[in-house]
């Protein structure tokens, strides 16, 4: 279990949407400093914000950030691209693009970070998957986000020993530039941020961050054909 208060923070992709919301979110719940990165460079006008520009497919972008952010407790892994794109019919070369960034990328940062969290007390690295992790038919994304599930559970039980907490955090879908075409309900960035900081704070492991997750999760024990990405009504 780590704390938010007092903690220096990262968050990769922390920009816009969910990214956003959890620099906001650490922030009230009393984080010391924030690095906040994006892809270009950016602004931020709070004291305790420092802007950072990572690109994820780059290994070298990933150690200078950690090298610049050498106080860092908490990783918030959440650095993500989607493009809709089937496996079988879609440009190869954009399934390739959301392996790098959602997957190759989320290893990245964790390498770069794991020996600073080490050297800081354990601390926590938190990435971020999807219930479309769980569920067949989103193509390209959904198998790189199954992938990065895997890679977060290895992770786990490597760096166990060095005492940091690592989260997996699935979530249906949130209300962000993302997924505006998808026409099902959404979360609120801020809601599921709250549950990802409160699962942080809690010790958990795992964060099913909405109804949907939980019961996707509840399903797998189910038969595969069940796991089917939802239907627009």
């Known amino acids: 279990m780590v704390a938010i208060k007092d903690a220096v923070v990262v968050v990769t992709g922390g920009r816009r949407g969910l990214g956003a919301a959890l620099v906001d979110g650490a922030l009230a719940r009393g984080a010391r400093k924030v690095y906040a990165?994006?892809?270009?460079?950016?602004?931020d006008p709070r004291p305790e914000v420092v802007p950072v520009e990572l690109e994820v497919r780059s290994a070298e972008s990933a150690e200078a950030l950690a090298r610049l952010a050498s106080d860092a407790e908490i990783v918030f892994n959440n650095a993500g691209i989607m493009t809709p794109t089937p496996l079988v019919t879609g440009d190869p070369r954009d399934i390739e693009a959301m392996f790098d960034v959602n997957a190759f990328g989320l290893l990245r940062v964790a390498r770069a970070f794991a020996p600073v969290l080490a050297a800081n007390g354990g601390g926590a690295l938190v990435d971020m998957h999807s219930v479309l992790s769980w569920l067949a038919g989103s193509g390209g994304y959904g198998a790189s986000k199954a992938a990065a599930w895997s890679i977060t559970n290895s992770l786990r039980a490597e760096l166990a020993a060095q005492n940091t907490q690592v989260v997996g955090v699935h979530a249906g879908f949130i209300d962000t530039d993302m997924v505006s075409a998808i026409p099902l309900?959404?979360?609120?960035?801020?809601?599921?941020?709250?549950?990802?900081?409160?699962?942080?704070?809690?010790?958990?492991?795992?964060?099913?961050?909405?109804?949907?997750?939980?019961?996707t999760k509840a399903a797998l024990s189910g038969p595969v054909e069940a796991l089917a990405f939802p239907t627009p009504a």
């Open 37 to 43: 990165t994006g892809r270009g460079p950016f602004t």
């Open 185 to 215: 309900p959404k979360a609120t960035p801020a809601a599921i941020a709250a549950a990802i900081l409160d699962g942080v704070e809690a010790g958990d492991v795992e964060v099913l961050a909405d109804e949907i997750t939980a019961a």
